[in-house]
């Protein structure tokens, strides 16, 4: 039986990484840390199924502990201070976790279990000012929030333990990938979540930011089976996973709303109070490397997920 170790796994990817990989036959670990009110909704039907280890990406002897106990065949880095507005605020933290907790958790493996296969989390903030569009792997990085310049670090370190030890470590550059499982504080959930809110009487409007901002937005459930891909290789080499389609945040608004029957003009108020001092304006991946060679291609559309979404968000409004 393998065994794999994640950390992260109380986050939308992390869950649907333990599911994923438990129908696969693996053993799972799950790094999980100590706080007052754990917050434990996504992965509350895989108790039982998953042991989970008390650690921490800031602290490297709990990492070393972590990797002890689990002694994982494939080690899946998800954790992080994933809020890119918050990384404004929080900038000193974001570095220590999302940046340095990498290096932590790289070295807690080549000290302890050299032999197991790493995927980074690597994102598709790191592109930022993009210099081309579409994005891929030899992309040159402009970051332009500490979330981003966090993640270029923590997907060149692993670079750099791969090519410096030996070990089989990549990256996996995802963008923007989306589930009902994603935090309300993320754009697409606030959206989803407003217009079920709205639809329902609880709400009457939604503040937004910039709404010309595109992305390329996948759903998640299909992006973890990417990660698990790359690490089956004989080769460790990173990877874009994307939909290679672009939407405006506009355009998930506008689907939205019109899914439950209303025009979002009338409920949706562009407040400068949710710009972000850098933004970054368009991403969009070519994941060609991956469809060549992990025969990857999603399989949700950007519809079905709009709509997966505030199916979702009805149905917890409707039932609280």
Not at 89 to 94: K, L, P, S
Not at 128 to 137: A, D, F, L
Not at 223 to 233: D, G, I, R, S, T
Request: aromatic content about 12%; hydrophobic content about 40%; charged content about 25%.
């Amino acid at each position: 039986m393998k065994r794999a170790l994640i950390t992260g796994i109380t986050g939308q990817d992390g869950s649907y990484l333990a599911e994923f990989l438990l129908e696969k036959g693996y053993k799972v670990y799950g790094v999980k840390r100590r706080t007052a009110t754990p917050n434990e909704d996504n992965i509350v039907h895989l108790k039982g199924y998953i042991e989970f280890i008390s650690a921490d990406l800031a602290d490297v002897s709990s990492l070393i502990n972590a990797v002890k106990i689990a002694k994982p065949d494939e080690v899946y880095n998800l954790g992080a201070q994933s809020y890119v507005a918050t990384s404004w605020e929080q900038a000193i933290f974001t570095s220590q976790v999302t940046a340095m907790g990498v290096l932590n958790l790289l070295e807690a493996i080549r000290l302890e279990y050299p032999d197991a296969k790493f995927y980074q989390a690597s994102s598709s903030e790191m592109f930022g000012k993009v210099i081309e569009t579409p994005q891929k792997e030899s992309t040159p990085f402009h970051p332009r929030s500490p979330y981003g310049v966090s993640k270029v670090y923590g997907h060149w370190i692993t670079v750099n333990y791969r090519e410096s030890y030996d070990m089989y470590t990549c990256s996996g550059i995802l963008f923007n990938h989306e589930s009902p499982r994603r935090g309300l504080d993320f754009v697409t959930r606030k959206i989803t979540n407003a217009v079920a809110n709205i639809y329902l009487g609880n709400q009457t409007e939604l503040r937004l930011g910039n709404l010309e901002a595109k992305r390329d937005w996948g759903y998640a459930g299909d992006y973890v089976e990417a990660m698990w891909m790359m690490l089956q290789q004989e080769k460790a080499e990173d990877y874009v996973i994307a939909t290679g389609e672009t939407h405006t945040v506009r355009e998930f608004v506008e689907h939205a709303f019109q899914y439950v029957g209303l025009d979002w003009k009338e409920y949706v108020v562009q407040d400068p109070a949710f710009m972000r001092p850098a933004e970054v304006d368009l991403l969009l991946g070519d994941c060609t490397k991956a469809k060549q060679k992990l025969g990857w291609e999603p399989s949700t559309t950007f519809k079905n997920l709009v709509e997966m979404m505030v199916d979702h968000d009805l149905n917890c409004v409707k039932n609280t």
